[in-house]
């Protein structure tokens, strides 16, 4: 622990307290890992006024602009000395994160008190920093405009002058996906959205510089807002009346110097330790682990059944029709087509219609022994579980939407979902049901009722959890909700759509540790009689980034019509996704290249993950596609220089056709050229090369080549390295034969394999004459 990361400097002209911070961050590796340097050159300092910056040598990357606090209907703001500074105090403690310090700022607004402080680690010196508002006599008539604040600490000026730094953005709709934003962290250089919209904000240089702006705490009524002064402030949500006493803000920065992915990777490890979210439901997720298939807006079956037919006989339909052409789903996705919904949209009763199952749910569940997950929107003002319509449930009821505050409701409901087969609640609609209520917006505290209890009742009765359709507070919100294990990060399917470039979103999905769901896709072009009157260009992309996305893959073909051998490059014979370690996401270059279009990054779409197997032996993957001008990456430009791989396995997208091994490092990048379309993308795969016999030979794994991640470990469950040879211990299910591949001195070498009984199988890596079939 000697490294210095951030400083953080206390004083007004000179500087009074310097402490030393350091990280925990690392680079690239997925567990934490103290690392020299990643956050080196960043300083906070802050003044006895609270004025503070974040400069990294001559260059300040955050300039504060003044507090305000709306109260009394009034704006007090330290810029006009109506909120006037009482006293300064100097604060410390330890929590679960090592020992802190605050630098504390106590105003008046009026005959209220307002604290502000700036909380810095020391030991262990995270580099971060963390602003708090500490509302010590509460607000009232505080409400001013909902796409604003009510409080603003931090606020941030945007710089006049262009000083080369680029933002992104996080906000809008599907995990902050839909409006995804990047410009120029300067004046005029693009518009954050603010009020219910807003989320993360990410500025960064060209050398790797980041850093993240973002809520901390009480993730539902936080906000941001632009002002017309070019200011980014952050505190309350600008709906909210009054703010109780003794309430809490927070917003965070987090600072580093290993690039994009990589800080917020390390920020969103820091959050979910502080939050305790555990990877374990996510990790045992049905749905997130193996192949399902869907019924929502895009796939075959959304409110269309086979002609003549109930949804009850085209389910059952599907589950005869799958197992007869062996396509493994293990559950069923059940869209807003089942349940009782009223006028103007809006669930009445979250229970299936007779007209749909003549005779129920469960029957269709012992039929099928399809595990379900179920979709479900906002609620009807009209909805007969609230106690104001006659029911038994606490609710807010508004003029069309309702929101339910009573966690027995969710868990009476969760449990009788059970019978017929609930695994996993996909809550849709959330940015309606948050901003198109009053009491969701007005208070600090209702739409995080409602999403802790959802959460709650979820965990006690067996569930998980889908957002959609959710906005980056209910994103944030789900740090606190272990039974969230994943979210939609783009908008909806629909048969050649570009939905599909999930590589920026998921990166906010991954740190906040949320499996990113693509939605469902069509393995075949055409799908006769759809309902959007529309084809799929290209399948095989779709099923390549699902895979890739290390969250669901859920097809939605008509019945006959699956690519059965395109689809089953996800998965094994019993539908376990053969996925990455990570959620695939774009390279930071390609940032770059979207801010300063100088050729500095790929234009389209290049995002690479991998998979660690083993004892710590890295395997990557890059996927380009849709690439419009031609560009060259390195090993370290794909995020890769912490297992620095020397070669790489090029596949095409009709998979095994031209396969190559090439050298693979920074005097040896990858040309990626306009030959990566969305119809023939690129995939590349690296591997360690093993030297066994005295360093006479040389093995290069590439294993399955007909999956989209041939070395998973979902299949490799092992590799043993001696001195005289390298094996591999593989799983698969009885009877499944699969053909393994690799590299033995150059020579490319296919193995076939069928698993017994046991499920597993060893195979040592050697030269083998017979079964060398090139195919
Ligand atoms: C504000 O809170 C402090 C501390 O609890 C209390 O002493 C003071 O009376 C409160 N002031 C008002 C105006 O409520
Ligand atoms: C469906 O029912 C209608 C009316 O009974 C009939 O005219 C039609 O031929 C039927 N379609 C199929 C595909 O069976
Ligand atoms: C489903 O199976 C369960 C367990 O065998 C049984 O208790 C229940 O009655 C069945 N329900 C229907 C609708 O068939
Ligand atoms: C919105 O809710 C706030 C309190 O939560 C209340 O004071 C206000 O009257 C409500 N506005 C409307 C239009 O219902
Ligand atoms: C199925 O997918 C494979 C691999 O992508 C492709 O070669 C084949 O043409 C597809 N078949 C159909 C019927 O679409
Ligand atoms: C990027 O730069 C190229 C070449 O200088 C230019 O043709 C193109 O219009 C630019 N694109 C954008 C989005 O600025």
């Not at 604003?148 to 599907?174: A, K, R, T, W």
């Not at 539902?220 to 009054?242: L, P, T």
Request: glycine fraction near 10%.
């Amino acid at each position: 622990m000697t490294s210095g990361t951030i400083f953080v400097l206390i004083g007004s002209c000179a500087l009074i307290h310097a402490a030393l911070l350091e990280s925990l961050t690392h680079s690239g590796h997925p567990e934490l890992r103290k690392d020299k340097n990643s956050a080196d050159g960043f300083v906070f300092t802050i003044d006895d006024q609270a004025k503070f910056s974040f400069t990294q040598g001559v260059k300040t990357w955050l300039q504060s602009a003044p507090a305000f606090l709306y109260t009394e209907g009034k704006r007090f703001s330290a810029e006009d000395g109506s909120l006037k500074l009482d006293h300064k105090a100097t604060e410390s403690g330890a929590d679960k994160m090592g020992t802190w310090t605050s630098q504390c700022f106590v105003y008046m607004a009026g005959s209220r008190s307002w604290k502000l402080c700036a909380k810095s680690w020391s030991s262990p010196a995270w580099p971060l920093v963390v602003f708090q508002q500490h509302f010590i006599n509460g607000t009232a008539l505080s409400a001013h405009d909902t796409d604003s604040v009510i409080s603003g600490f931090p606020s941030f000026q945007i710089p006049p002058e262009d000083i080369g730094l680029g933002y992104l953005s996080f906000q809008g709709g599907m995990f902050g996906g839909t409006r995804f934003v990047t410009g120029r962290w300067t004046k005029g250089g693009g518009i954050l959205s603010g009020g219910t919209e807003g989320g993360p904000v990410a500025v960064f240089d060209q050398n790797g510089g980041v850093c993240i702006m973002a809520p901390f705490s009480e993730f539902m009524s936080a906000s941001r807002e632009m002002d017309e002064k070019w200011r980014v402030n952050w505190g309350v949500m600008g709906g909210v009346v009054s703010v109780p006493t003794g309430f809490t803000q927070q917003t965070v920065v987090y600072c580093g110097n290993t690039g994009i992915n990589q800080v917020f990777s390390d920020w969103g490890k820091f959050m979910r330790t502080y939050y305790n979210k555990e990877d374990i439901y996510r990790k045992t997720d049905l749905t997130v682990n193996y192949l399902g298939y869907y019924t929502d807006n895009g796939a075959y079956y959304y409110d269309l059944t086979e002609p003549n037919k109930t949804y009850e006989q085209t389910i059952l339909d599907l589950k005869e029709y799958t197992d007869s052409i062996q396509v493994p789903f293990r559950y069923i996705q059940y869209d807003a087509w089942f349940y009782y919904r009223g006028q103007l949209g809006g669930t009445v009763l979250w229970k299936a219609r007779p007209d749909i199952a003549p005779h129920g749910l469960q029957y269709i569940f012992n039929q099928t022994q399809w595990p379900v997950a179920a979709h479900n929107m906002y609620w009807s003002a009209k909805t007969p579980y609230a106690k104001e319509n006659g029911g038994k449930y606490n609710f807010i009821v508004e003029s069309e939407k309702a929101i339910p505050q009573d966690l027995t409701f969710w868990v009476d409901l969760f449990k009788q979902a059970r019978l017929w087969g609930l695994v996993m609640y996909e809550q849709d609609y959330m940015d309606w049901e948050f901003s198109m209520m009053n009491a969701t917006q007005s208070t600090v505290d209702v739409a995080k009722t409602w999403l802790m209890q959802m959460g709650q009742a979820a965990r006690a009765t067996g569930l998980t959890i889908q957002y959609c359709m959710s906005n980056p507070r209910h994103a944030m919100q789900s740090l606190e909700i272990p039974a969230v294990t994943q979210a939609r990060v783009s908008g909806d399917y629909h048969p050649g759509n570009d939905q599909w470039q999930i590589g920026e979103a998921s990166i906010f999905a991954d740190a906040m540790g949320i499996a990113p769901w693509k939605d469902n896709f069509w393995t075949v072009t055409d799908q006769p009689g759809n309902r959007y009157h529309q084809s799929e260009p290209y399948p095989e992309l779709e099923a390549a980034v699902s895979t890739l996305s290390s969250g669901p893959v859920g097809p939605s073909n008509m019945l006959v019509h699956t690519n059965v051998s395109l689809l089953m490059q996800c998965c094994r014979a019993d539908g376990l996704i053969l996925k990455p370690s990570k959620p695939a996401t774009a390279v930071d270059r390609q940032f770059w290249q979207a801010v300063w279009n100088n050729s500095v990054g790929p234009s389209g779409q290049v995002w690479t993950t991998y998979s660690r197997v083993g004892h710590d032996l890295y395997f990557g993957i890059i996927l380009a596609a849709d690439i419009s001008a031609d560009f060259k990456l390195t090993p370290s430009d794909a995020g890769f220089q912490f297992f620095n791989p020397k070669t790489v396995i090029t596949r095409s997208a009709q998979g095994v056709k031209d396969t190559q091994l090439s050298d693979f490092g920074d005097n040896t990048p990858i040309q990626l050229t306009t030959a990566c379309t969305r119809q023939d993308f690129c995939m590349y795969y690296t591997s360690p090369v093993f030297t066994v016999g005295s360093g006479k030979t040389k093995i290069i794994i590439y294993g399955e080549e007909h999956k989209f991640v041939p070395m998973s470990r979902g299949r490799v469950s092992n590799i043993d390295i001696t001195d005289n040879d390298v094996t591999v211990t593989l799983q698969g299910t009885s009877g499944e034969n699969i053909i393994f591949t690799y590299f033995y001195d150059g020579q490319m070498i296919r193995r076939p394999c069928t698993f017994d009984h046991t499920g597993i199988a060893k195979l040592r890596l050697g030269y083998y004459h017979s079964s060398n079939d090139r195919v």
